[in-house]
Nanobody, 114 residues
Framework: VQLQASGGGLVQPGGSLRLSCTTS????????VFWYRQAPGKQREMVAS??????RYADSVKGRFTISRDNGKNTLYLQMSSLKPEDTAVYYC??????????WGQGTQVTVSS
């Protein structure tokens, strides 16, 4: 299954963006899917994950980001609100298998700046 993130852009601090992740095939709700990000000069870090209907978030985004999935559309979303400059990064989506294989699709750049 190939995943591709989109929806990034330039946004002012305090603003919102919704990222989308489309998949080439269906992913069962029983399989976890993830949003990661990588800021310049930093390691890639997990932002959020969802398995069945259980979502988990990094402490840095808890209360500001919401992960969701539409299995009918084979699409994963990341709604980001109250964005901060430190949220600036390239955002990626992935599956557990992709993480195991260290296989990454194209990310989307999010820049938070005034």
């Amino acid at each position: 299954v190939q995943l591709q993130a989109s929806g990034g852009g330039l946004v002012q601090p305090g603003g919102s963006l919704r990222l989308s992740c489309t998949t080439s095939g269906s992913i069962s709700s029983n399989n976890a899917v993830f949003w990661y990000r990588q800021a310049p000069g930093k390691q890639r870090e997990m932002v959020a994950s969802i398995l069945n209907r259980v979502a988990r978030y990094a402490d840095s985004v808890k209360g500001r980001f919401t992960i969701s999935r539409d299995n009918g559309k084979n699409t994963l979303y990341l709604q980001m609100s109250s964005l901060k400059p430190e949220d600036t990064a390239v955002y990626y989506c992935n599956t557990g298998l992709g993480l195991f294989k260290n296989s990454w699709g194209q990310g989307t750049q999010v820049t938070v700046s005034s």
